[in-house]
């Protein structure tokens, strides 16, 4: 049994800062395993400009500064979030600050601050596609349809048939990221869809199924959008990962809330899995003996997707039992890490 693996410096392709004490919390934790990362774009109040992107960058700079001196640690790579009425000159300008690396299209009302997301793509956003198709510059998506009609369980499969599969007959050459795919539906889309088609899969969705989310009770911290599926789609999940395949790779969607944001009557969507994300996905390759493959998930696969250079650093993950604390305090803010309270064998 091995002592300890070194690999390339994972980047996360998934995270969500948020700004403020949450951002100096989570970006602690990120840079101890994540060279890069990308950032999400669901604000308060959205980053729907490169203007705002630009002044978010500086922050998480800033951020940077005052947790290590060196900010060549770590590189954040911003994403706009797209509207109903982003204009392709914004998108060109985007391009051009050289910061900006994907756009992220939340269906409006689906998630966490999706209200300014789009209602209708096809008829708003087609400039738009046509120009990311043409720059090359990823779009993002949180694939789910927003309709509450249709049961939380299918959102995702209905709007891969509903939404993904016109988009890619009108944008055939269109850079598309399904984020945190969470069904044996959207593995198959990428399964059979050509080069321009890549997912993201979190910690969350590999680790778990619905049933944790009931487990004994109502659990808060196990709920995330999308929702956890059943045992099929988890493994299926865990295979597509793990098989090397260059079409999957590592994003947490990492999402801190407050704990009584959670714990709460209408409490929000998302788990926190930047404290110990990496000892988080050792375990899944581990458990299905798949560790000579978390390489090519965590640092190559999604940097040769979006044309980025590999990271030429290393990260050294060692076996050391431990137990994920309960709760972690910074501040104000108390946040619940995923897997709280379980015992993980590897560490950073
Ligand atoms: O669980 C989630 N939390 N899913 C999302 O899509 C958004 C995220 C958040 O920002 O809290
Ligand atoms: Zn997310």
């Known amino acids: 049994m ?6 390339v410096m994972p980047d996360d392709m998934h995270l969500h800062l948020r700004h403020s004490d949450m951002l100096d919390f989570v970006l602690r934790d990120t840079v101890k395993q994540f060279a890069r990362a990308i950032i999400m774009p669901n ?3 959205p980053i729907i400009n490169t203007k705002l992107a630009v002044a978010y960058r500086d922050s998480i700079l800033n951020s940077l500064g005052k947790i290590r001196g060196d900010l060549r640690c770590f590189e954040p790579l911003m994403t706009l979030y797209l509207t109903d009425t982003t204009t392709t000159d914004e998108i060109l300008m985007a391009k051009e600050s050289g910061v900006v690396f994907a756009v992220k299209l939340y269906p409006n009302s689906a998630t966490t601050n999706s209200h300014a997301g789009v209602v209708d793509l096809f008829k ?4 738009v596609l046509d120009t990311l198709q043409r720059i090359k510059m990823p779009l993002l998506i949180h694939a789910e349809v927003s309709d509450h009609r249709v049961d939380i369980f299918d959102r995702e499969s209905v709007y891969i048939d509903k939404v993904i599969i016109p988009l ?13 795919v969470s069904t044996k539906e959207g593995v198959d889309y990428v399964y059979s869809s050509p080069e321009y088609t890549a997912a993201t899969i979190t910690p969350q969705h590999m680790l778990y199924n619905r049933n ?19 045992e099929l789609h988890r493994e299926y999940l865990v295979k597509a990962a793990t ?4 079409r999957f790779f590592l ?19 998302g788990c926190y899995s930047s404290y110990n994300a990496i000892s988080l996905y050792m375990k899944i390759f581990e458990d299905v003996g798949c560790i000579s493959n978390l390489e090519k998930f965590a640092s190559f696969h999604g940097a040769d997707f979006y044309n980025l250079p590999r990271n030429k650093q290393t990260l050294t993950i060692y076996r050391n039992e ?13 946040i619940v890490p995923l897997a709280y309270g379980e015992t993980l064998q590897w560490s950073i």
Request: hydrophobic share 30%; net charge positive; with cysteine.
């Open 168 to 180: 890619r007959e009108k944008f055939p050459e269109l850079k598309i990221v399904i984020e945190h």
């Open 212 to 230: 944790i989310i009931f487990s004994g009770g109502l659990r808060p911290h196990y709920y995330c959008l999308p929702i956890l599926k059943s």
């Open 322 to 334: 431990n137990i994920v604390p309960d709760k972690i305090s910074f501040k104000n803010l108390n």
């Open 2 to 7: 091995s002592k300890s693996i070194t690999i």
């Open 43 to 45: 604000l308060s109040v």
């Open 251 to 269: 994003g947490t969607d990492s999402a801190p809330h407050d704990v009584k944001s959670k714990e709460n009557n209408c409490g929000c969507a």
């Open 243 to 246: 098989s090397g395949d260059k």
């Open 124 to 127: 708003n956003c087609s400039k």
